[in-house]
């Protein structure tokens, strides 16, 4: 009986629930003025930077650790660059760039709170987003089958993951905060909706965004 109710709850859940939040990258991109300088720090293969180039006219650099993926970024004409985000920060400028943007990496690196300084120093504006892990499906995969949960953004086998510091939206806007970075704008993302707001998003948003982007400003 028990077994079955938590079939019955799950399933509930699972109806409610998009597996999948779409248009990252335009998502980022409205938080970007035209005509900006910007640096995507693990930029992958390209996307949002080539976004960014043809739709907001960017003057647009990329760094990407993985150097297969550097190769295809470059044979589409894109500046970028290998490099590793725990070591290389520290080779550029203060102030360098517009714009400085860290998607769904910062929870994959050795020291979030050492990155999150350095994009503050080397960009007038930085823009992180990060996926959610108090969002309400984490929580209850934990609760009921005891495991680490497996989301569309969190996709990957503990034992397989890249992520080694996962965080909640609370606990980034409390490193904000203890960082004195002010948030100018969230944006929040669940079942392909998008809630926008003026600073730090409401509490409610830290059960059930499954991804927030934060444009972050010292």
């Not at 248009?23 to 390209?46: H, R, T």
């Not at 920060?89 to 910062?106: C, N, R």
Request: with cysteine; aromatic share 8%; hydrophobic share 40%.
């Amino acid at each position: 009986m028990k077994s079955f109710l938590n079939i019955i709850i799950i399933s509930f859940f699972a109806i409610c629930i998009n597996a999948q939040a779409s248009g990252l990258p335009q998502n980022i991109a409205n938080l970007v003025e035209d005509n900006s300088k910007v640096i995507d720090i693990g930029c992958g293969n390209g996307e949002l930077l080539n976004f960014l180039s043809k739709n907001k006219n960017s003057k647009i650099q990329g760094l990407e650790i993985n150097q297969k993926k550097v190769n295809k970024c470059v044979s589409k004409g894109l500046s970028v660059i290998q490099g590793d985000a725990d070591k290389d920060l520290s080779l550029y400028p203060e102030k360098s760039f517009d714009y400085v943007i860290l998607s769904q990496t910062i929870q994959a690196t050795l020291e979030p709170k050492k990155i999150l300084t350095e994009l503050t120093r080397i960009g007038k504006r930085v823009i992180v987003s990060i996926p959610n892990f108090g969002f309400w499906k984490v929580r209850l995969d934990l609760l009921i089958k005891g495991k680490m949960p497996i989301t569309s953004k969190l996709n990957s086998t503990w034992f397989e993951t890249e992520n080694i510091h996962l965080c909640t939206i609370s606990d980034f806007t409390d490193l904000c905060d203890q960082l004195n970075l002010k948030i100018k704008q969230t944006v929040t993302i669940a079942s392909n909706k998008q809630k926008r707001f003026s600073g730090k998003p409401n509490k409610s948003e830290n059960i059930f965004a499954e991804e927030a982007i934060f444009l972050i400003q010292n």
